[in-house]
């Protein structure tokens, strides 16, 4: 019998460096993305913002990072991809440390900005760069996934951490996660890449930049699912820590740790989905999710004892976990033909994350945050959805292939 070779061992040293900086970008990106969320209170309460400023910040994220999805699709081209994704991920950086230099509401917006610019070129690469190295299989890209959901678990105990030190402990918190960003982009300097991960850019030489994927109906599914899907994610990233605290069931500190629950569930469910692709298909596992999040987010919203939102936390982590990585994988191919679809779908499914932290944000400074996190329950029924209508294409589709095949035959 012959011995199938791991991913690891079958793409080589050069590609395999790309895969741990591709791994630690995530893991700084979660580092900083969910510290945000754990640090936002305390920024609040010392610039003096309210809720609608609040969700202004994050939704400006998200604004960068749509800005960046478009951005990264094309910038490759006159710089190259190396250059390009150095470039770009260095926001992150950048926006941290201004995060630490003034409160003006428009000097954060701008680091916010930035912030999601980097967010948007990370995701955007990485994913372009893992599927092509991954040759379209789902176990990678929700491996390289899982490393954010580390950084993620990781980054509300350094803030405990830090602000044991002083008050004023979130600042350190946040300088360390931009100096992790920065060791991250010294490490890209030394990456390979030429002739290993630059199909996009030869794709684009020889055929020009092609719009044909607005054509495939695979597209629009899947961009409407993540759509959807970022909406419910975005706000959870950054108003799930204020939830519990607005909840009066948990102290700060302890709303800290429980927003950790996530993201273990969340890792957990990552590392998991990375195997399960093996067994489902990526329409089924889709579909799982969706209904996932949709019962844990009605638990959410409706329990007031701890018992209720642990449980509701640790189920939304689980249900969310593969989500962005099997859907890019439910695309098939399409991103390794048409160079630019991946900034155009970036672009499109990060509205979701624009509109839906400041839609909270607002009614949560009128009537709460309870009554704010209400309002994802209307994303998450049109995600159950769309889930359900991909898997009904993927059955037509299947079903007309057989017929064409049968006449054939």
């Known amino acids: ?102 409160g003006n509401p428009v000097w954060l917006l701008t680091a916010m900005g930035l912030i999601g610019i980097s967010k948007g070129a990370v995701t955007n690469y990485n994913n372009q760069i893992m599927t092509e190295l991954a040759e379209g299989d789902a176990g990678p890209l929700n491996l390289m996934h899982a490393f954010f959901a580390i950084g993620a678990c990781i980054a509300p105990f350094i803030v405990l951490l830090c602000g044991k030190v002083d008050a004023s402990g979130w600042r350190l918190a946040v300088f360390l996660s931009a100096a992790a960003v920065g060791v991250g982009l010294l490490a890209m300097f030394r990456m390979n890449m030429r002739g290993s991960t630059a199909k996009q850019e030869q794709n684009t030489e020889k055929t020009g930049v092609s ?4 054509k495939e109906k695979i597209f629009w599914i899947t961009m409407l699912i993540c759509f959807f899907y970022q909406g419910v994610e975005g706000t959870m990233m950054g108003w799930l820590t204020s939830f519990f605290v607005d909840s009066h069931v948990m102290t700060d500190s302890f709303a800290q740790v429980v927003t950790s629950a996530l993201w273990i569930a969340l890792l957990v469910g990552r590392v998991s989905c990375s195997r399960l692709a093996a067994r489902f298909k990526p329409s089924q596992m889709i579909l799982a999710m969706a209904i996932g999040q949709f019962v844990f987010l009605t638990v959410l919203v409706t329990s007031h004892s701890f018992a209720g939102m642990m449980i509701a936390t640790i189920g939304l982590g689980l249900s969310m976990s593969g989500m962005y990585g099997t859907s890019v ?26 509109v839906a932290p400041a839609v909270v944000g607002a009614v949560a400074n009128a009537s709460g945050m309870r009554m704010g996190i209400s309002c994802l329950l209307f994303a998450a029924v049109a995600l159950v959805l769309m889930a359900l209508g991909n898997v009904r294409m993927g059955y037509l589709r299947r079903r007309r292939a057989k017929k064409a095949h049968k006449q054939h035959a």
């Open 1 to 102: 019998m012959e011995h199938k070779q791991s991913f690891f061992q079958r793409i080589g040293k050069d590609k395999r460096y790309i895969v741990f900086n591709l791994f630690f970008a995530y893991f700084t990106l979660g580092v900083a993305l969910i510290m945000l969320g754990s640090v936002l209170p305390v920024l609040k309460a010392d610039y003096a913002l309210n809720y609608q400023v609040g969700g202004m910040l994050l939704s400006v994220q998200s604004i960068g990072y749509a800005v960046a999805g478009l951005g990264a699709g094309f910038l490759p081209l006159y710089l190259g991809l190396k250059k390009s994704f150095i470039l770009l991920t260095s926001g992150t950086c950048i926006g941290m440390g201004m995060l630490l230099a003034s």
């Open 211 to 214: 719009y044909g994927f607005f």
């Open 329 to 354: 994988s439910n695309a098939g191919d399409l991103f390794a033909r048409y160079p630019v679809c991946m900034g155009f779908f970036v672009l499109m499914t990060s509205t979701g994350a624009v």
